[in-house]
């Protein structure tokens, strides 16, 4: 039995689906342990979300512990949106597998690696903050547990997909030329 494309992209679908469903749940939960912590009970910033231990920074100072719950929000956040944008292509039947090089395609491609930069900034600045934490003293849990790790990845995948996005590009304008010309 051999595995179709359409299989594959099936498959796909749904597993981008779960990412994104368990993106969204780390989005929200990191958005309302911050407000929590910031407006109900200072105490719960021991216990974070999944169990990170923020109580050193928030006890150095209230407006770093938002700044960096903040950044680590924005990264949660921008990973959904990448899965959102995953799902949504798979979703709507927009990849024309008989003209892969439409502009549809290619826009989705130029997302991605725009937002995947944004991951990899926000990741490098908030990772930045927590490491000039440690050097002012505070008590700071490891940068991948705050999911703020990876930046450099994420840098290097924005380029890779820029890369693509612009071989795309010039594959739409000369399949949009042959068309003109048939």
């Given amino acids: 039995m051999q595995i179709t494309t ?3 992209l099936k498959f796909l679908y749904v597993l981008s689906g779960i990412i994104f469903i368990g993106v969204c749940i780390e989005a929200g ?5 911050m407000l929590y912590v910031l407006a109900v009970n200072p105490d719960h910033a021991q216990n974070f979300w999944l169990k990170i231990d923020l109580s050193g920074l928030y006890q150095f100072d209230h ?8 950044l680590m ?3 949660a956040i921008i990973k959904a949106w990448i899965f959102y944008l995953i799902v949504s292509i798979l979703h709507d039947k927009k990849l024309d597998l008989s003209q892969p090089f439409n502009r549809e395609l290619g826009r989705f491609i130029f997302r991605i690696s725009y937002l995947a930069f944004l991951i990899g900034l926000f990741s490098v600045w908030g990772s930045g903050y927590s490491e000039w934490f440690v050097k002012q003293g505070v008590k700071m849990p490891d940068i991948q547990y ?3 790790g990876g930046g450099d990845v994420w840098l ?5 997909l820029f890369v693509i ?3 795309f590009k010039k ?3 000369i399949q949009t030329e042959n068309e003109l010309t048939v």
């Fill in 6 to 8: 359409n299989q594959i």
């Fill in 29 to 33: 939960g990191i958005i309302s342990n």
């Fill in 156 to 160: 290097f995948m924005s380029v890779t």
């Fill in 73 to 75: 929000s924005i990264v």
């Fill in 146 to 148: 705050m999911r703020l």
């Fill in 165 to 167: 996005a612009q071989i």
């Fill in 171 to 173: 594959g739409i304008e």
């Fill in 63 to 70: 407006g770093y512990f938002f700044v960096e719950t903040f």
